[in-house]
């Protein structure tokens, strides 16, 4: 079945500079490949459009379950110049929480939240 | 033996109840105080300019040492903070005079210094990480300030010199946490496995509640307990670095192994290879146990020589940005938001405002995600339009506000404003990084004594 990202995996963002980086954890080990075979660095720049210039990294932790996505140029030149209101880009990775993504229906009892 | 270490900041403006509280309850050897921003020194430094009454260091010295000095005198806990800023030996006065006036005699308070290094940023550094460019392509008119992250090492000094308080200046977060533990336990500075593993640690903790339940709720998939009482979390540290992550009995909050992992990735790049000044350390092999209710045990995380060179901070001077907020509500209100947007499109053109930037946001609709915000989403009941703009000077920077104040009586209708406004034009110190070779870079430990 097709599922908001949300009941997969959550996300922490942190900020350097002008990149932010945002982790990607899956809710339980057996969730983590869905991430890892949907999840790429070209889903996550074609969520963020022109909101993020790129280029993007994704590094992969495996054994935590869980995948580290630098995004450069992603806070409007950084904290202190940037226009955003959200300045330190603290809930720019709650717009991957939409991401639709395919799970097989053995995992689904694994999800979280409300169906 | 295990040595308790606390947090009592993550940063310049954070809860100080909680550093009271693990000051009084934490049983703690030590509590780390980590208030320092990316562009904390260079605003501080554009702040001692223009307001001579300001010390240099933490604002919030006052309130934060006089929340947790009784119970670390008490207790014999020993402080490590980075609370110094532009003017540690200042902090360090202030601290002693705190100390006097509760009668603590003979405290050893330590200052470390020497890691601004403005004067010689163009002979000692090369190229600008963000942009590839020569840093001598900086204007040095517009140099506020340049410094060196240092390491733990002299905050070590400065404790096998027998000092109970220890502040500093730009030091790693990390390895304000990493120094008692290479002190206590006699760890060498090339001993990569366990300077890695206690950097990780110290990485765990920086940013206090963020892993003791803090940034993390999400309602209905991620719940935490009384939020509303978060403590700020103490690692147990054994001989080799392994923790446990806990915090004070009685608190709200949790920790888990979802919220130490989101820590974990925090502000982090490569995971096997997060640069410190003490050692590179690689987070992939990290073992995550719970151990008890709200007490997870940290272990395996990896440590690999560190860096020949050592990050620097640059801030410079560039331009102001100027800032308002308007509101609309009930039916229409998008639609009278994108009016008000268009007249301030044509009036920001019949004044010629002088614009690098100019930006539009509707608060409710696309202020935070900007053009990754969707377009079908039901409209808003109510929209806060948001206008702002970078400036060279701040003559233009005041314009946006002025042209707001005009949406008053001149704009759309019923358009809500709160009068009065404050803070509608602000100075820009943008920050930068470099690198310095480390045998470049020195430093002092200068002890005062209450």
Same mark, same amino acid.
């Given at each position: ?19 932010? !980086?945002? $982790? ?12 890892e075979e ?21 590094y ?5 379950? #869980?995948?580290?996505?630098?995004l450069q140029?992603?806070l &409007?030149?950084?904290? $202190? ?22 799970? %097989? ?11 | ?11 310049w ?13 934490? %049983? ?11 562009a ?10 223009? %307001?001579?009454?300001?010390p240099?260091?933490d ?12 119970g670390?005198? +008490? ?6 903070? !980075?609370?110094?800023?532009? !003017?540690?030996?200042g ?12 009668g603590?005699s003979?405290?050893?308070?330590a ?8 004067d010689?940023?163009f ?18 008119a517009?140099?506020v300030? #340049? ?8 905050i070590v ?9 220890v502040v500093?200046? +730009? ?18 500075? %090339? ?27 999400d ?13 700020f ?27 130490v ?11 096997? !290879?997060y640069?410190?000044p003490?050692v ?13 209710p ?29 800032e ?11 639609? +009278? ?8 499109v ?10 690098? #930037?100019?930006?539009?946001d ?7 995600? &900007? $053009?990754?915000?969707?377009?079908d ?20 920077? #005041? ?13 759309? &209708? ?10 509608r ?5 943008g920050?930068w ?12 430990v ?5």
């Amino acid at each position: 079945m097709r599922v908001p990202l949300q009941r997969v995996a959550h996300i922490r963002a942190g900020d350097k500079g002008n990149t932010s !980086n945002i $982790s990607v954890i899956a809710y339980d080990l057996a969730l983590f490949p869905v991430l890892e075979e949907q999840l790429t660095v070209a889903a996550v720049l074609a969520r963020y459009g022109e909101r993020v210039a790129g280029p993007a990294t994704r590094y992969v932790v495996s054994p935590l379950g #869980a995948m580290n996505f630098v995004l450069q140029g992603a806070l &409007g030149g950084g904290v $202190s110049r940037t226009l955003s209101q959200d300045n330190f880009g603290k809930a720019l990775g709650s717009a991957l929480l939409d991401i639709e993504l395919e799970v %097989d229906d053995a995992l689904v009892p694994l999800l979280r939240g409300p169906a | 033996m295990t040595l308790r270490i606390g947090s009592g900041a993550a940063w310049w403006a954070d809860r100080i109840s909680p550093a009271r509280r693990n000051a009084e309850e934490g %049983d703690l050897d030590y509590l780390c105080f980590e208030t320092m921003a990316e562009a904390t020194v260079s605003v501080a430094q554009v702040r001692r300019v223009s %307001d001579p009454n300001f010390p240099g260091y933490d604002t919030y010295l006052d309130d934060r040492f006089e929340a947790v000095l009784p119970g670390c005198l +008490r207790r014999g806990t020993k402080i490590i903070s !980075n609370q110094g800023w532009v !003017n540690p030996i200042g902090a360090a006065e202030r601290i002693v005079e705190h100390l006097q006036k509760l009668g603590a005699s003979g405290k050893k308070v330590a200052a470390i210094t020497g890691n601004e290094i403005t004067d010689r940023l163009f002979t000692v550094t090369d190229t600008i990480l963000e942009t590839g460019e020569p840093v001598s392509s900086l204007d040095p008119a517009s140099l506020v300030s #340049a410094e060196v992250y240092l390491g733990a090492e002299p905050i070590v000094d400065a404790l096998r010199a027998g000092a109970d308080i220890v502040v500093t200046g +730009r030091v790693a977060d990390p390895s304000l946490f990493l120094a008692p533990m290479i002190y206590e336990y006699g760890w060498a500075l %090339d001993d990569w496995a366990r300077l890695g593993q206690g950097s990780g640690i110290g990485h765990l903790m920086e940013c206090g509640a963020q892993v003791t339940g803090g940034y993390f709720a999400d309602p209905g998939f991620k719940d935490v307990p009384r939020p509303w009482d978060l403590a700020f979390p103490i690692a147990e540290v054994e001989s080799d670095g392994t923790a446990v992550l806990a915090k004070v009995a009685g608190s709200g909050g949790l920790i888990s192994r979802d919220t130490v992992l989101e820590q974990l990735f925090y502000e982090v790049h490569d995971p096997a !290879n997060y640069l410190t000044p003490d050692v590179t350390v690689d987070f992939t092999t990290a073992d995550i146990v719970e151990v008890g209710p709200d007490r997870m045990r940290i272990s395996a995380i990896g440590g690999k020589q560190r860096s020949s060179t050592l990050k620097v901070s640059i801030g410079t001077r560039e331009g102001y940005i100027g800032e308002d907020t308007f509101y609309y509500a009930g039916l229409g209100a998008l639609r +009278r938001a994108e009016l008000a947007r268009e007249i301030l499109v044509h009036r920001f053109d019949e004044i010629g405002l002088q614009a690098e #930037a100019v930006q539009i946001d509707f608060l409710g609709v696309n202020a935070i995600h &900007g $053009s990754a915000s969707p377009t079908d989403w039901p409209e808003p009941y109510e929209v806060g339009v948001r206008v702002v703009a970078r400036t060279q000077t701040a003559a233009e920077a #005041a314009k946006i506000g002025r042209e707001v104040d005009g949406m008053a009586v001149s704009g759309v &209708g019923m358009t809500a404003k709160r009068v009065p406004h404050a803070d509608r034009t602000r100075a820009v110190v943008g920050v930068w990084s470099s690198l310095v070779d480390r045998t470049a870079v020195g430093y002092d430990v200068t002890m005062l004594e209450s």
